[in-house]
C-alpha cells in the first residue's frame, strides 16, 4: 500500500520561508514524477510545481518555489522563498507511478495523494 505524507507547513510571514517535504512508503520514488498542488479556502486545487522536464512551475510561484529529490531518502521537497499571504493553503504532494507525457497540472494524471499540510503566511 502506498502512502505519502507531507510536512513542513506552518505559519510564517511574508517574505519567509519553508520547505516542505513529500516521502513516500510502500514505493520507490525513483524517476516518476511527483507533484505539488495546493488548495486555498474556497478555491478549487491548483497545480504548483512537478518534478518532471527539472522543474515545472505555475506562474504565481516561478522564482521563488523550487522542487527537488533525494532518493536516497525517497523524498521530494518542495522550497518555498520569499511567500506570499496569497501562497497560503494546503499544499498537497502527489505521484503518478508511470512516465508522464502532458497534462501535468492536472489532478486525474496522479494515482496516489498526501493529506496535505497547511501553510499559512501573515501578511
Known amino acids: 500500500q502506498v502512502q505519502l505524507v507531507e510536512s513542513g507547513g506552518g505559519l510564517v510571514q511574508a517574505g519567509d520561508s519553508l520547505r516542505l517535504s513529500c516521502v513516500a512508503s510502500?514505493?520507490?520514488?525513483?524517476?516518476?514524477?511527483v507533484v505539488w498542488f495546493r488548495q486555498a479556502p474556497g478555491k478549487e486545487r491548483e497545480f504548483v510545481s512537478v518534478?518532471?522536464?527539472?522543474?515545472v512551475y505555475a506562474e504565481s510561484v516561478k522564482g521563488r518555489f523550487a522542487i527537488s529529490r533525494d532518493s536516497t531518502k525517497n523524498t521530494v521537497y518542495l522550497q518555498m522563498n520569499s511567500l506570499k499571504p496569497e501562497d497560503t493553503a494546503v499544499y498537497y504532494c502527489?505521484?503518478?507511478?508511470?512516465?508522464?507525457?502532458?497534462?501535468?497540472?492536472?489532478?486525474?494524471?496522479?494515482?496516489?495523494w498526501g493529506q496535505g499540510t497547511q501553510v499559512t503566511v501573515s501578511s
Open positions: 510502500g514505493r520507490t520514488f525513483n524517476s516518476y514524477p
Open positions: 518534478s518532471a522536464w527539472g522543474g
Open positions: 502527489a505521484a503518478r507511478w508511470g512516465p508522464l507525457y502532458g497534462n501535468y497540472d492536472r489532478r486525474y494524471e496522479y494515482e496516489s
